[in-house]
């Protein structure tokens, strides 16, 4: 007997925090979410640090592994721990992509600063950096992507100024190491997806041919241009250049090594691209394109071989839900806006950018609108909506799995009164799909990857707001709440299992058994099981 359709939604973002006047989610008026907790069987899920792979407890969630948690069915070592025991064990030294890289003239390192450990650490840059100077490399440039969002707001110097002291410390033990550039995430170089190529362009033109504003060193450019902009923050900084009396310090030039030191792969993947690809590059107008040795902290992308040459290798995932759905002829629809396809697709699918089968999976990408967040906090999440009912109207579908970016996009802004908006947004957009459902006779799964929304202020460690001018501090990153889960079922045929500290993990197997399908024996339990 076929089974029903069921649907996973993903309230990007949207976790469970103290539910008080810092968590945008407790404060917006959410009827159809409350509604659904009230009457149906609803459950908390972890989905951070070691639930999701991530080397500890300390470390937050995000849509990447969270994604590959899910599609998995288990928890896989992800990219922070891989890289750490990497450098432990000297792993990473020996391999020919390090080596290859030893070979450039000027060794240059680039990607995001901070501690986050979402997409990089600031310790994996100080081995690199401190391995090169003590195999001999004497030229050594640093580009840097401030943070601000997997991070505190304002944080960049807490990370510039003490590397600054240590490569001072390496001049005068003979090596040349220094900042070369920099600007913030959101402003350069990190895009993904191709939502705006522009980003890598501006990206571009300040890492490898040094354009941007002029300064003598890494923590003046920041003070400066926090003085000038006093709203924005790391993430949204301008480019600025480090430059001396010969002009800019460190443009990348022909005969030199490139080492991108983020591990994750999404926003990773065009600035690789535009190293690696030849004539047939059409991203944004390079003007010169240097001979270098390229190499990236991980492999970002298994199918595209992006980029060729990597220090660690990505996590393998294999026997994921996604696999195992087409295996047994059932059809797959996955839909989000462009900010998150990737997750419901590459990601969900272990890191994988084919289809298993291109006539059992349908992929449909909204393209984001390239405007503020929290301009426009309610996205594309109408339209993604309307995709996944036309969908369920259809009849055409076993599966549908879709992210509603909301929660975690504006989240990331960290403007209180437009999270609460595109918490809201989110909530109407829930009830029309309870209803498509209900009408389908499908089963909905209402959960989330990691939280962001549910904590809109910086704490301290006793868990008390942290101020600033007598403020509450903005949060800009995600936290490290659970999320909820949700199960929905308006012909009652399933019901919650007791599963002791489940975590996100837990839902591969949960949607194979809505499938009908036996989970393999390493998959976490289900969350589910049939009524009688």
């Known amino acids: ?37 009230a009457r149906h069987p609803w459950r908390l899920l972890a989905a951070h640090g070691l639930a999701v792979g991530l080397p500890s407890d300390a470390d937050m969630g995000n849509s990447e592994v969270g ?26 030294f020996a391999t020919d992509a390090w080596k290859a890289l030893l070979t450039g003239r000027t060794l240059h390192f680039l990607g995001l600063l901070s501690d986050g450990n979402v997409h990089s650490h600031v310790d994996h840059l100080r081995a690199l950096v401190g391995r090169a100077v003590a195999e001999g490399h004497r030229r050594i440039r640093v580009h840097i992507l401030t943070d601000g969002r997997d991070v505190s ?10 590397l600054e002291q240590e490569f001072l410390a390496f001049a005068a033990a ?17 895009d993904r997806y191709e939502a705006d190529w522009s980003m890598v362009a501006r990206g571009w033109a300040c890492h490898v041919r040094g ?17 000038a902009a006093p709203d924005k923050d790391d993430q949204w900084l301008p480019a600025f250049v480090i430059t001396d009396s010969a002009g800019p310090v460190g443009t990348i030039e022909d005969g030199d090594s490139v080492c991108f030191f983020n591990f994750r792969g999404d926003r990773a993947i065009e600035i690789t691209r535009a190293f690696e690809e030849g004539a047939s590059f059409t991203g944004f107008d390079r003007q010169r394109v240097p001979r270098v040795t390229y190499a990236g902290m991980m492999q970002y992308d298994g199918d595209l071989l992006l980029p060729k040459r990597f220090l660690v290798e990505p996590p393998a995932i294999d026997r994921t839900v996604g ?21 419901v697709t590459y990601f969900f699918n272990g890191n994988r950018s084919d289809r298993f089968s291109a006539t059992l999976e349908t992929y449909a990408e909204v393209e984001s609108d390239r405007v503020p967040f929290d301009e426009l906090p309610e996205m594309k ?22 992210n509603l970016a909301n929660g975690d996009m504006v989240g990331h802004t960290g403007k209180l009164a437009a999270t609460v908006a595109a918490v809201e947004c989110v909530d109407a957009c829930v009830g029309r799909l309870v209803h498509a459902c209900e009408v389908a006779g499908a089963v909905l799964l209402v959960t989330a990857d990691h939280g962001n929304a549910d ?19 903005p949060r800009t990153s995600h936290s490290l709440n659970p999320v909820p889960f949700i199960l929905v079922d308006s012909r009652g045929r399933w019901e919650l299992c007791d599963v002791p500290g489940a975590g996100i993990a837990n839902i591969g197997a949960t949607l194979l058994t809505l499938a009908g399908l036996t989970p393999p024996d390493d998959y976490l339990p289900s969350l589910v099981h049939r009524v009688g």
């Open 1 to 37: 007997m076929p089974c029903p359709p069921f649907v996973l939604c993903i309230l990007d973002g949207v976790g469970w925090g103290r539910r008080d006047g810092s968590d945008a989610v407790y404060l917006a008026d959410t009827p159809v979410l409350d509604g659904l907790m």
């Open 67 to 92: 994604h590959n948690a899910m599609g998995a069915g288990r928890v896989i070592e992800q990219g922070a721990s891989l890289v750490e025991r990497a450098i432990r064990t000297e792993a990473m």
């Open 323 to 343: 696999e195992q759905l087409a295996a047994a002829g059932l059809r797959t629809y996955a839909v989000s806006e462009t900010q998150k396809f990737g997750h």
């Open 211 to 227: 354009e941007g504003q002029p300064f003598g060193g890494a923590s003046e450019a920041v003070r400066t241009l926090y003085a």
């Open 455 to 473: 904590q809109m202020v910086e704490l301290d460690k006793a868990g008390a707001p942290v101020c600033e001018d007598g403020k509450p501090k």
């Open 174 to 190: 003979g090596s040349d190491v220094r900042f070369a550039s920099g600007g913030g995430r959101m402003a350069l170089t990190m």
């Open 381 to 402: 999440a109408a339209a993604i909506t309307d995709l996944v009912v036309a969908a369920l109207q259809a009849g055409q579908v076993d599966h549908v799995r879709l």
């Open 153 to 162: 707001g304002r944080s960049a110097l807490t990370w510039i100024t003490p």
